[in-house]
C-alpha cells in the first residue's frame, strides 16, 4: 500500500523511535510520573492502539520476511496500546519491574520503532525512486 497517510505514518515512527534513542531519560520520567498519575497513560494508550491497528491492518502480510515482522509488531504496538487504555496502572508495575534498566528497555524500543519507521518509510515513500 502506497501513499501519503502511511508515509506520514512511517515518518512519524522514525521521529518516534529517535525521541526514545535520544531522550530515554524523559520517557523514563514520564513512565514514573504517570506511576503517581496512570489515567495520563490512556492518551498514550489510545494513540499506540489505533497506531498499532494501522500498520497491522495496512501491511497485514504474512508471506515474506520484513511484512511479517512488521505486521507481528503492529499487533503488539495493539496490544500494548488496548493495555495501557484498559489499565494504565500496569504500566507503573512494569515500570518498578525494570527499575533503573528502564532507560535501556526505552532505548530498546527506540531501536525497535526506528527499525520499524525506516522499514516503512523505504516501503511506502522510497522504494519507487530507487
Known amino acids: ?3 501519503s497517510l502511511p508515509g506520514i505514518f512511517a515518518i512519524a515512527l522514525t521521529a518516534l523511535g529517535l525521541s ?5 531519560r524523559a520517557w523514563a520520567s514520564l513512565y514514573v510520573e504517570c506511576e ?4 495520563r497513560l490512556i492518551p498514550i494508550g489510545l494513540l ?4 498499532g491497528l494501522y500498520v497491522a491492518i495496512t501491511v497485514n502480510d504474512w508471506s515474506s520476511t520484513w511484512p511479517i515482522f512488521i505486521t507481528a509488531f503492529g499487533w503488539l ?6 493495555l495501557l487504555t484498559l489499565k494504565p496502572a500496569l504500566a ?3 515500570t518498578r519491574l525494570l527499575g533503573s534498566s528502564i532507560v535501556r528497555f526505552i532505548r530498546l524500543g527506540g531501536v525497535l ?10 516501503e511506502f515513500l522510497l522504494r519507487d525512486f530507487f
Open 1 to 3: 500500500m502506497h501513499g
Open 20 to 24: 526514545y534513542l535520544l531522550r530515554p
Open 36 to 39: 503517581v498519575h496512570p489515567g
Open 48 to 51: 499506540m492502539l489505533v497506531a
Open 77 to 82: 504496538m495493539a496490544l500494548e496500546g488496548a
Open 92 to 94: 507503573g508495575a512494569f
Open 113 to 122: 520503532i526506528f527499525g520499524l519507521g525506516c522499514l516503512m518509510t523505504w
